[in-house]
């Protein structure tokens, strides 16, 4: 088991950065694909981006590819997921998630991963 916790939102304007982390305690972390999604008010939760065990692969929704990049730092067990270019749009709670890194099915899917973090907001005005 793993818990995670997520650090590092918060109000910004349009076109600043932020970079999140999630800190992860109790299993290797090395055992776990990260990922991290998003949830607007009155809407589903939403991937965002993943990486797997090494952090050598790495994926992202189309809606943030080029702006946000995800990372991960094994020998402090934390996750980052650095934000740049933040739109109005970019409104959420993003949480962090946790999965079996031998566990193959899709990525893009919450039911896919089996922890959670807390969740953090990031509000972007205009």
Not at 72 to 94: C, F, G, H, I, W
Request: net charge positive; hydrophobic share 35%.
């Amino acid at each position: 088991q793993v818990q995670l916790v997520e650090s590092g939102g918060g109000l910004v304007q349009t076109g600043d950065s932020l970079r999140l982390s999630c800190a992860a305690s109790g299993r290797t972390f090395s055992s776990y694909a990260m990922g991290w999604f998003r949830q607007a008010p009155g809407k589903e939760r939403d991937f965002v981006a993943a990486i797997n065990w090494s952090g050598d692969n790495t994926y992202y929704a189309d809606s943030v590819k080029g702006r946000f990049t995800i990372s991960r730092d094994n020998a402090k067990n934390t996750v980052y997921l650095q934000m740049n270019s933040l739109k109005p749009e970019d409104t959420a709670v993003y949480y962090c998630a946790a999965r079996s890194r031998y566990f193959s099915n899709s990525y893009l899917y919450p039911l896919n991963y089996a922890y959670w973090g807390q969740g953090t907001q990031v509000t972007v005005s205009s």
